[in-house]
């Protein structure tokens, strides 16, 4: 598989500064540097884990996919090309090339390649930082030819699924980096939530600690979800996206052996250790744009 990880989210926020300031004061993220609208933050050495964009309208701008540098980068972008897909050149700082895709439903994906790593892995910062950006959740009105798109060209594979609810997509060794859920009829697309991973289960608690310090309330968990195994917390961000902290995430090394399985709709399947989400859990959502 050529695509090797979900490597950022980039998020539209007419409150661009309150946006930074989650992201570095709740989060732990650092700003590495501003080119016009946009501001590029980091939790480790990469250049960037998250964009930033001052925009009338809060949304999801685009989901980046990191791609194998080199000739593997050419011939997937001309295998999405070829399955039908709008690809056109983009400048990404930090990014050595990046390509965008205009996928059904609206979404956006950037496929990049060469992503700088010359930020220094500590940092003073609040809280705990992630050690990454881990995975997006996306709600499509064209769910099934997102994932025609996910398994067809760009080499995801299915993981796990509620069927008919939300599926999990691999293209690493991490349980899921891409989910998908169906919306409602007429309601568009766009991202339910994205998602950094900590280091083990004290870093959760703390993470926990620093939210209730700073006025912040989880919406939901600490819990374990069924699929994936991940110990998971949720809350809001400045502009009404759900955030994910999440550790302990299952890793698929059998690739090839590995059968995806079926849970059904009960709340157990979605958090082991009680409760169900709460009832409006699933109506935050950030749109395209």
């Not at 490597?7 to 661009?16: D, I, K, N, Q, R």
Request: glycine letters at 10%; aromatic letters at 8%; a negative charge.
């Amino acid at each position: 598989m050529s695509v090797s990880r979900v490597a950022y989210v980039e998020l539209s926020t007419p409150e661009l500064e309150r946006s930074v300031a989650h992201a570095t004061d709740i989060l732990g993220l650092r700003e590495v540097e501003r080119v016009g609208d946009r501001v590029y933050l980091t939790c480790n050495e990469r250049h960037h884990e998250l964009v930033l964009r001052r925009d009338a309208t809060a949304g999801i701008a685009a989901v980046a996919l990191e791609v194998t540098a080199g000739q593997a980068f050419a011939e997937l972008v001309a295998s999405v090309q070829a399955a039908g897909y709008r690809c056109s050149d983009a400048e990404v700082p930090g990014v050595e090339r990046a390509v965008r895709v205009s996928a059904p439903g609206g979404m956006t994906f950037d496929l990049i390649s060469g992503m700088a790593t010359d930020q220094p892995r500590r940092f003073n910062s609040v809280g705990r930082s992630p050690r990454k950006f881990g995975h997006a959740t996306l709600v499509s009105d064209a769910a099934e030819e997102l994932e025609q798109l996910l398994c067809g060209p760009l080499g995801f594979r299915l993981s796990d699924q509620v069927p008919g609810v939300l599926s999990w997509f691999r293209c690493s060794a991490d349980h899921h980096s891409v989910a998908i859920m169906p919306a409602d009829a007429g309601s568009g697309s766009g991202m339910h939530h994205y998602a950094f991973e900590l280091e083990g289960w004290s870093d959760v608690e703390a993470f926990a600690d620093h939210l209730a310090i700073n006025g912040t309330s989880l919406i939901w968990g600490p819990g374990r979800h069924g699929p994936g195994r991940n110990i998971f917390t949720y809350h809001l961000d400045p502009i009404g996206g759900v955030v994910e902290v999440f550790t302990d995430l299952q890793r698929i090394d059998d690739d090839e052996g590995y059968e995806p399985r079926s849970w059904p709709m009960v709340p157990l399947s979605l958090n082991e250790w009680g409760p169900a989400p709460p009832p409006d859990f699933f109506d935050h959502v950030l749109p395209t744009v």
